[in-house]
């Protein structure tokens, strides 16, 4: 039994120790890469960078330009109002103050200044926000075009690595 059982055990510990020896086809060797195809890459990443940041660049100037339109359209918007208010009390005023036979007459010229001054501030808030409008047409096409550089720059710096890669 002794026998026996020595033989279990030594087998247990040759079957455990075989198991958990390294094999040879774990892992493949990889060549290391040629000196071109490196250099290329490294060329590659540099672009990559520089068009980044070229791009962010690109956008954080077209934010502020569409910030800047944004505040001179309210800008212009609130000081187009302030005009119209100060005619239409202007117009008010001088109807309120007027003769009671020139009334009407006072009443009515007044109400023609009201519609005219807030016609006039509509139109003001209307080219204001055209001007925004465009700023900010012109923004996106400028963030666009940059996006679009820096994909190029990207796929330029992936070709010219399988190009390295392919001469031998």
């Not at 006072?106 to 409008?133: N, Q």
């Not at 047409?137 to 963030?143: F, G, P, R, S, W």
């Amino acid at each position: 039994m002794n026998k026996l059982l020595a033989t279990l055990i030594s087998g247990l510990i040759v079957t455990g120790a075989f198991a958990q020896a390294p094999t040879t086809t774990t892992a493949p060797v990889v060549a290391p890469a040629p000196p071109a195809v490196v250099k290329a890459e490294v060329k590659a990443d540099k672009a990559n960078v520089k068009a980044g940041t070229a791009e962010a660049k690109v956008d954080a100037k077209a934010d502020a330009k569409v910030v800047k339109a944004e505040a001179k359209s309210t800008d212009t918007k609130a000081k187009a109002q302030a005009k119209a208010d100060k005619a239409k009390d202007k117009a008010q005023a001088k109807a309120a103050v007027a003769e009671p036979k020139d009334k009407v007459a006072a009443d009515a010229k007044a109400e023609k200044v009201v519609v005219k001054a807030d016609a006039k501030a509509d139109k003001a808030a209307v080219t204001a926000d055209a001007k925004s409008d465009k700023v900010k047409v012109d923004a996106k096409a400028d963030k666009t075009n940059a996006a679009t550089a820096t994909n190029a720059v990207k796929a330029e710096g992936k070709v010219d690595v399988k190009a390295a890669a392919a001469v031998k």
